[in-house]
Every structure is written in C-alpha cells, then in structure tokens.
C-alpha cells in the first residue's frame, strides 16, 4: 500500500508540474508558425483555436497565439482583396460592354444619378403605347414599369406574365402609381422594384426565348402586348442589373476587408502600448 501510494504521489506530482500543456501547446504554436509561414493561414487558425481549447492554463502559448492570430487575420483579408480586386476589374469590364448596347438618360440638372434602357424603351419613342418597360439605375437598382394608355382607366397596380406550360409569375400590387389624363387619353404608369416584384423579372429572363403572355390586373385583367423585342429589352436591362449589382458586392467585400485589417492594426497598436 505504501509502495502504490507513491507512485500515485509522484504521478499527482509530475501531472502537477505540467498540467499547464505549456509543452504541447509549443508544440501547437510552433505548428501554427509554420502554417502561417506557408500562407496555409487556414490551418494556422485551427492550430491556435486548439491551443484556447485542449491548454486554457498555458499562458505563454496563449499570449504569443494571440499576437499570431492577429497577423494571419491581417494576411486572410490582404489576400482577399487581392482576389476581389482581380474579380472587381473582370466585372467591372463585363458591365461596361453591357452598357454598350444601352442608352442613359440622364437630365444632369435634376439628376445624380441616371438610367440605363434599352434604346427601343426611350420614352421619345413610345409615346401613347401600352409596353413594360425597364431600367437599372447607375448604381444598379433595376425597376421594370407597366405603362397603360387608353381612353379609360383600369387603374392597374401588378402585372402578370405567364409562361407557354402555364407557370406563372405575379408582382404584388405596387405603391409606386402614377395615373393622368390628356387630352382624354388615360395614362398609368406603375413601378415594381426587384426585390418587390414578385420575381417577374427573373422568371421573364429564364424564359426569355418563350412567348410569354403579359397581363396588367387592375379593374379586371387587360392582355398587353408582349413583343420579342420588348422581351429582349427587359433580358438586357436585366443583366446589366446583375453584373452592377455584383460589382456592389465586390465592392462591399473590399470595404469590410479593409475595415477589418483597420481594426486588428488598431488593437495591435493598443496592446503595444499597454506593455
């Protein structure tokens, strides 16, 4: 018995000693040093949360992770707008050729920022018709708008466009209204913003090689001509709308990049100071 109680004391006492992991969290340091070194700065991040988590008492270990997750979380978003800013200068092309076979209009005394149609869509040259119509803001907010003109109104608020097979798609009913009179024509002119459109400008693009039937609903369902050319007009519009929009998230990516590596050079800063 007292033989086997030694022995347990002299484990107790050996445990005791180096029950911080200060060795093997090291070891894990030393691992995560070498990632990093590589620019494998993934791995490097799963060997310093494993230190926080296997050796919470290896204090040394855990400063120096500290002060090394910093940099690779510097690295991460450096590398990241490296590869944005390739991608942002690959899109940006792309729109700037989508934009070619558009029109803006733009009236620079009233207007900072313009829109893009399609030259068959300019209002100068369909006055009095009945048509959808769409557009995409310069900074890539894309709007298609059912325009009415007949002798009475119907005081119209959605469309619908309904494919070959029957499938549908329908705009909630719309706020954005416009209605006049002249010269006993009655005009309507309703907008519905992607978003808020009840996915018709997507559903025409996947379908844009079909015959879709356009409604406008209002007092009742009035058939509105739907041309192939006014079908290719909205498709246009609407990719244009995505490639701005993803030039937008780009841009977005970049802007949380360069605040995040801001903030860790910030902290990093601070915690000099306070040593």
Known sequence: MRKFGFIAL???????????GEKEAALKLQAAEEAYAQGKYSEAKLQLDSIKILYPKAF????????????????EQ????????????IKQADA????????????????????????????????????????????????????YNGGSSIHHRSIRVTAPDGSFAETPASRDVYE????????EKVDYRMGADGGVAAFIYMNKGQN?????????????????????AVCQVYELAQALNSINQIKKELEEANLKIRF??????????GK
Request: positive net charge; proline residues 1%; glycine residues 6%.
């Open 10 to 20: 002299t484990v107790l006492a050996l445990t005791a000693c180096s029950g911080n």
């Open 60 to 75: 040394e270990a855990r400063r120096k992770g500290i002060s090394l997750m910093e940099q690779v979380e510097i690295k």
């Open 78 to 89: 450096e590398r990241s707008i490296v590869y944005l800013d390739s991608v942002l200068k």
């Open 96 to 147: 700037d050729q989508k934009k070619k076979g558009l029109v803006l209009e733009k009236n620079a005394e009233y207007q900072t920022v313009g829109n893009y149609l399609h030259p068959s869509q300019t209002v100068e040259k369909n006055i009095r018709r009945t048509y959808l119509r769409a557009q995409v803001s310069e900074t890539g907010v894309f709007a298609l708008t059912s325009i």
């Open 180 to 187: 006049s009179t002249d010269m006993g024509v009655k005009s």
């Open 212 to 232: 879709l039937k356009l409604e406008i609903v209002g007092n009742g369902r009035k058939a509105v001509s739907f041309s192939s050319a006014d079908r290719n």
């Open 264 to 273: 860790v050079k910030k902290k990093i800063e601070v915690e000099s100071k």
